[in-house]
């Protein structure tokens, strides 16, 4: 997971405030989109900044995997000129349309080289995206003339829940000028999730230690994310839920006091899922957890585990790794 883990500028800097035909603390998004502008000017308030939207974006450029599967959800591939940063493949649903996308770079392009695709939008999934220090921070791009999104995650007032990924669709849905296209998409997701509530009905939960990493101490799951609303709603709950942000560390001492019944491994990065089990069933201080006595483990890919569309498959596929006898 990302983690807060030249060509001549000025140049660029002109072609950027070309495209986007407003400088400020509120630019404009991109030309006129024809019909679709109905409804505009949009104004949205992100992360603590807030922009005016006076046409749908018709040049937005996506950063991280949520955030790609979002527009692209929304059917909105023809109004991205580029993408980049992926931590898993593409939903099999979505592999066309991101294949008529350009991908910029494998990881996060430079500042200078997102402005090479004469950008309106951009959007990012995690906050490493407007990273000050690499030079791409949101001030940086509002300067150029080019709107910018956060995925709301990034930013919780409280804790993260379905109605947040709600709320996440249906703002970039509004961006774009397509607020419908986000009620068909949230209809389909939430079917998933009553299909999976209705069969886990006066189920017994489980208790859950989220493993993302870490040897000397253990990156889990707090209770601000999604990930903690993901484990309550596949009948489980998170025994550090009162970790008050949405990842964090405890010791693994911490983990074997709270006696985990099942572990759930989020999937990604070099190390791969058999090295955590073997990395976790050989840990000492967990010798007497009942999860490692019963080597019962979960695993979900880290791009299932934030805040997107994948989210409702995701607590699917927990429901069904952990209460199989449920869901078949």
């Known amino acids: 997971m990302p983690r807060n883990h030249p060509k001549s500028v000025l140049s660029a800097f002109a072609m950027a405030l070309l495209i986007s035909g407003c400088g400020g603390t509120t630019p404009s998004a991109g030309p006129s989109a024809g019909a679709t502008a109905k409804g505009f000017p949009v104004t949205v308030e992100n992360c603590g900044v807030k922009s005016t939207y006076q046409r749908p ?30 931590d898993d493949r593409i939903l099999p649903e979505y592999q066309a349309a991101y294949d008529s996308v350009k991908v910029i770079s494998k990881e996060y392009p430079s500042f200078e080289a997102l402005l090479e695709t004469e950008p309106d ?54 961006i774009f000028g397509v607020p419908e296209r986000a009620e068909e998409r949230l209809t389909k997701l939430h079917a998933t999730l009553d299909t999976v509530e209705s069969r886990l009905t006066g189920v017994t939960p489980v208790k859950l230690f989220v493993y993302d990493s870490g040897d000397k101490t253990a990156f889990t799951a707090g209770g601000k994310g999604i990930g903690n609303e993901m484990i309550r709603r596949a009948g489980g709950v998170n025994l550090f839920a009162d970790l008050d942000k949405a990842f ?16 759930v491994i989020y999937d990604y990065g070099d190390q791969s899922v058999e090295d955590k089990k073997k990395f976790l069933l050989a840990n000492p201080a967990l010798k007497d957890v ?6 019962r483990f ?12 994948r989210m409702p498959s995701a607590v699917e596929s927990l429901a069904k790794q952990l209460h199989p006898e449920r869901l078949r």
């Open 121 to 174: 939008f951009v959007y990012g999934g995690w906050s490493s995206t407007f990273d000050e220090k690499e030079g791409r921070s949101r001030a940086a791009f509002t300067k150029a003339g080019i709107n910018t999104h956060l995925n709301t995650e990034e930013c919780p007032t409280g804790p993260v829940t379905v109605a947040s990924m709600d709320e996440e669709i249906r703002t970039l849905a509004k």
């Open 290 to 295: 009942p999860a490692i006595r019963n080597q």
């Open 298 to 309: 979960a695993v979900l890919p880290l791009s299932s585990t934030v805040l997107g569309v």
């Open 57 to 86: 974006p018709q040049r937005a450029v996506s950063l991280n995997q949520h955030a790609t599967e979002v527009l692209l959800a929304l059917g909105l591939e023809k109004s991205m000129a580029g993408t980049g940063y992926l």
């Open 248 to 263: 964090g560390d405890v010791s693994f001492e911490q983990v074997a006091q709270r006696a985990p019944e099942a572990i």
